[in-house]
């Protein structure tokens, strides 16, 4: 891979307090994963890494000093963005042709590759909900859709999924009782097929592509029946809490609830023409989410589609405890020092990096030690097989590398990513929710040499369009991981959102904890979780005849014990399905056991299955 880094001078910045901590305890014992709110760091309350109250504010609305430095790359990045719009029209108009799961369904197990009509493999679905309940409207030229989400859980336990459309804004659901909607377009919002959330304590925080939409703030406390400005009236309507006006329509906005700061990212001018911060990054203070404060322009070197951005943790000393954000512009990944920013200045960028074969570097997520970040390319599939994940190695905030890339088997569009513990969650259009196991994603290449098994290896998926795995902007938008219950939000953006839930992942666990800490030190990753559900490629080998004779997936050739070859693998699609026991299915042929098929769906299967009435059981016909 051919890289180029960019490394930029800067003053060295203070290293802030670090907290002590315990040695690592032992790995536990493999058990169900049951941690899934996300990093732990022993942090404070929202907002308790605020910047001082003297830090300078402004309205935000002077014009931009200077052009972007991806200027030319902007405008052919919009002109693709135009094209997706395009294509999510016609993607529209298809489903609507053909519409799928419109009624309420779940909850149904994963059986069989089999969860109330959708595809999955360790993963059941709780509920779906279909579009026509989620307030979508039709719109003169996209049709209805859904787009982004989130999750806020309540006070009480009670965990809410919050679902964007195109017209009305967040749709709070509560794993399948629709509970009210919340209103974010005012009469001159309008509608977009971009509209994104993000959760800043209990308050959801939300922009649109809509020029004059403005950023929105609705206090999710309010779904409850008994707050004073609960949906008295019944309509299951809300106006937003707060519009911040100094920013018009925006792509996505960021939230860093340590430091009470949203950024809006992709963001349009007040007046709903020409971009504002030169379409980077404007930041808005949140320590009165009612009440959002300006801290004007932070980032305006490049169009900012999307971004995270933390208080640093990783291993690089030099910037530990300072606000940074990895920025994803479309033409590379830009690693920027945020901590004293506000509008004038104070932004450090301290490296980008782009990659061969970069056509749309759209979004990305750090691991918990803050060493990786997995990054989606949208438009990189077109001409090549294989959804590529791209993984960088941030040890070095001054000097990212690219460690490698990860191809899967099917080759539809990946859009949004999400790291939890040992597991990267992956909403990929056409292929719905990949749950993929990061766990040896260090290691890189070397990874099967050393462990036996891929770097990345997918290890559960629930597809929203099982018949469909092609390169199209049919499917999923966004999942979010982040519920204490496991639970993951995952939408089809053309037909409704499903609340699912992985099963069958397995970790080993370790944790450390606070020894000594002041007020203001900012601690590391505490805690860490490995996958310990895949076994070594090579588990036969070794074991002598008479074991493995009887072990099912081994076989003795040679005066070797070795792994079963797949029967099916490789056999063209005419001759897998004259082949018993296979099945051709995402553009492969793989084998496939009927004996696991209830009566019903063994019949289902003629092609492949064959229900024996005398014994009773399904069998390869």
């Given at each position: 891979m051919l890289l180029h880094t960019l490394m930029l001078a800067a003053t060295a910045a203070p290293v802030l307090a670090v907290c002590e901590v315990s040695a690592w305890s032992d790995w536990s014992i493999c058990e169900p994963k049951s941690v899934f709110t996300g990093c732990d760091y022993a942090a404070g309350p929202p907002g308790w890494r605020a910047p001082p109250e003297s830090a300078k504010k402004t309205s935000g609305t002077a014009a931009p000093a200077s052009a972007p430095d991806n200027a030319a790359y902007v405008a052919e990045m919009m002109e693709a963005m135009k094209r997706q719009g395009e294509a999510a029209a016609r993607a529209s108009d298809e489903q609507a042709a053909a519409p799928a799961n419109a009624e309420r369904l779940g909850p149904a197990a994963c059986e069989a590759g089999d969860a109330g009509g959708f595809g999955c493999s360790n993963v059941d679905l709780e509920s779906w909900t279909p579009?026509?309940?989620?307030?979508?409207?039709?719109?003169?030229?996209?049709?209805?859709?859904?787009?982004?989400?989130?999750?806020?859980?309540?006070?009480?336990?009670?965990?809410?999924?919050?679902?964007?459309?195109?017209?009305?804004?967040?749709?709070?659901?509560?794993?399948?009782?629709?509970?009210?909607?919340?209103?974010?377009?005012?009469?001159?919002?309008?509608?977009?097929?971009?509209?994104?959330?993000?959760?800043?304590?209990?308050?959801?925080?939300?922009?649109?592509?809509?020029?004059?939409?403005?950023?929105?703030?609705?206090?999710?406390?309010?779904?409850?029946?008994?707050?004073?400005?609960?949906?008295?009236?019944?309509?299951?309507?809300?106006e937003p809490d707060a519009l911040f006006a100094d920013v018009g329509g925006a792509h996505n906005v960021v939230v860093n609830e340590e430091t009470a700061r949203a950024y809006v990212v992709g963001v349009y001018s007040p007046q709903g023409y020409g971009y504002l911060c030169n379409g980077g990054m404007f930041g808005v203070d949140l320590r009165d989410p009612a009440h959002p404060t300006?801290?004007?322009?932070?980032?305006?070197?490049?169009y900012v589609h999307d971004a995270q951005c933390v208080v640093y943790r990783g291993p690089d000393a030099e910037h530990f405890g300072r606000e940074i954000c990895f920025l994803f512009t479309g033409n590379d990944v830009r690693v920027v020092d945020v901590t004293d920013a506000s509008d004038g200045?104070?932004?450090?960028?301290?490296?980008?990096?782009?990659?061969?074969?970069?056509?749309?570097?759209?979004?990305?997520?750090?691991?918990?030690?803050?060493?990786?970040?997995?990054?989606?390319?949208?438009?990189?599939?077109?001409?090549?097989?294989?959804?590529?994940?791209?993984?960088?190695?941030?040890?070095?905030?001054?000097?990212?590398?690219?460690?490698?890339?990860?191809?899967?088997?099917?080759?539809?569009?990946?859009?949004?990513?999400?790291?939890?513990?040992?597991?990267?969650?992956?909403?990929?259009?056409?292929?719905?929710?990949?749950?993929?196991?990061?766990?040896?994603?260090?290691?890189?290449?070397?990874?099967?040499?050393?462990?036996?098994?891929?770097?990345?290896?997918?290890?559960?998926?629930?597809?929203?369009?099982?018949?469909?795995?092609?390169?199209?902007?049919?499917?999923?938008?966004?999942?979010?991981?982040?519920?204490a219950s496991g639970r993951v939000v995952v939408n089809d953006v053309q037909a409704g959102t499903a609340i699912v839930k992985p099963t069958g992942l397995t970790v080993e666990t370790r944790a450390r904890s606070v020894t000594a800490r002041d007020a203001g030190d900012v601690c590391p990753n505490l805690f860490q979780e490995r996958s310990c559900a895949a076994p070594p490629a090579d588990a036969c080998a070794g074991l002598e005849k008479g074991k493995c004779t009887k072990a099912a997936t081994c076989e003795y050739k040679k005066r070797t014990c070795r792994a079963k070859a797949d029967a099916c693998a490789g056999l063209s699609r005419k001759r897998c399905k004259k082949t018993s026991g296979c099945r051709y299915k995402r553009k492969r042929c793989r084998t496939f056991d009927c004996a696991a098929l209830e009566k019903k769906k063994c019949k289902k299967d003629e092609s492949t299955c064959k229900w024996r009435r005398k014994k009773k059981k399904c069998a390869a016909k």
């Open positions: 579009i026509a309940e989620l307030g979508a409207l039709e719109a003169s030229y996209y049709g209805k859709n859904t787009n982004d989400n989130w999750g806020w859980t309540a006070k009480d336990g009670r965990e809410w999924a919050l679902q964007c459309t195109n017209l009305c804004g967040n749709q709070p659901l509560v794993w399948g009782a629709v509970e009210g909607f919340v209103m974010t377009g005012g009469t001159d919002s309008g509608g977009s097929i971009w509209r994104d959330v993000k959760v800043y304590d209990h308050y959801a925080i939300i922009v649109s592509e809509t020029r004059k939409h403005g950023l929105q703030v609705f206090d999710l406390e309010r779904l409850d029946p008994s707050h004073a400005r609960h949906d008295k009236d019944g309509d299951g309507f809300y300006s801290l004007g322009c932070i980032f305006r070197n490049a200045g104070g932004d450090v960028t301290l490296s980008k990096l782009g990659y061969e074969g970069v056509r749309y570097a759209h979004q990305g997520w750090l691991t918990c030690d803050h060493t990786s970040v997995f990054v989606d390319d949208e438009l990189d599939e077109g001409g090549a097989r294989g959804t590529k994940t791209y993984v960088l190695d941030v040890s070095d905030l001054d000097a990212p590398l690219l460690r490698f890339v990860h191809a899967a088997d099917i080759g539809v569009i990946d859009h949004n990513q999400y790291v939890n513990g040992a597991f990267l969650y992956q909403a990929n259009y056409a292929g719905g929710l990949r749950v993929l196991d990061i766990s040896d994603a260090e290691l890189g290449g070397d990874a099967a040499k050393a462990t036996g098994r891929p770097a990345l290896a997918e290890v559960a998926y629930f597809d929203v369009l099982p018949d469909r795995d092609t390169a199209s902007f049919l499917g999923s938008w966004n999942v979010h991981p982040f519920f």
